[in-house]
């Protein structure tokens, strides 16, 4: 079966502009997770989406920072007026069970902000 | 914040030696994981050990929780070249949403 997806694999993009990145979790996964990842670091959590319910935005560093998750599915996070300090390697994964499951993580997105 | 600080953070050994690499955490958990990286991506799941669950084995892993200390070890038996990787672990906090708070990891080399 197909793992979690993320695209584009790689983003090189100019400070100022907006950018999309997308994760396509495993199919019935009920919870959603963006972190993100600088160089040498670890795992910086961003925002996590669990069904219908309101998702837990406190990881998010600024308003520039949004994410959506449509149909319960796909989730685009997008980063507004992109910064040089927002480079990073952002990682998605999904889970069956937001409390007690394990979670799979996709290949992540490295964004490169010139 | 990183409730996670992993020790040490960084080791080299040979083939064959056993690996050994510690957590420490702050807050209530109702679970801890190990996760292992290879190459800046992706993160593979290695093992879960429950709050109530003082070790656990998979294969040549095996992991420890002692939470009266806040603190778990990984250890990786017998390695091997393709063990190199850096190892994290994660903590899910209790009452909380299911989000995992990860440390800032261990490097690992093992020479062939």
């Known amino acids: 079966g197909a793992g979690v997806s993320q695209s584009p694999s790689n983003k090189v993009t100019e400070k100022g502009k907006d950018v999309e990145l997308r994760c396509d979790p495993i199919?019935?996964?009920?919870?959603l997770y963006w972190y993100r990842q600088s160089l040498g670091q670890g795992l910086e959590f961003l925002i996590y989406?669990?069904?219908?319910?309101?998702?837990?935005k406190s990881g998010l560093p600024s308003d520039r920072f949004s994410a959506e998750r449509t149909g319960g599915s796909v989730s685009t996070l997008t980063i507004q007026r992109t910064q040089q300090e927002d480079s990073a390697v952002y990682l998605c994964?999904?889970?069956?069970?937001?409390?007690?499951?394990?979670?799979?993580f996709g290949p992540g997105t490295r964004l490169l902000v010139l | 914040s990183q409730q996670g600080e992993e020790d040490p953070q960084a080791l080299s050994i040979q083939e064959g030696e056993n690996a050994t690499m510690n957590c420490s955490y702050k807050?209530?958990?109702?679970?801890l994981q190990w996760y292992r990286q290879n190459s800046g991506r992706g993160l593979v799941h290695l093992i879960l050990?429950?709050?109530?669950?003082r070790e656990k084995h998979s294969g040549r892993l095996r992991v420890t929780l002692d939470t009266s200390k806040k603190s778990s070890s990984l250890l990786i038996t017998a390695s091997r070249a393709a063990d190199t990787a850096s190892y994290f672990c994660?903590?899910?906090?209790?009452?909380?949403?299911?989000?995992?708070?990860f440390g800032q990891g261990t490097t690992l080399q093992v020479k062939p």
């Open positions: 050990i429950r709050s109530n669950e």
């Open positions: 989406f669990q069904g219908n319910s309101a998702p837990d």
């Open positions: 199919s019935g996964h009920t919870a």
């Open positions: 994660a903590t899910a906090v209790s009452g909380n949403t299911g989000k995992l708070i």
């Open positions: 807050t209530s958990i109702n679970n």
């Open positions: 994964a999904s889970s069956t069970l937001g409390r007690q499951g394990t979670q799979y």
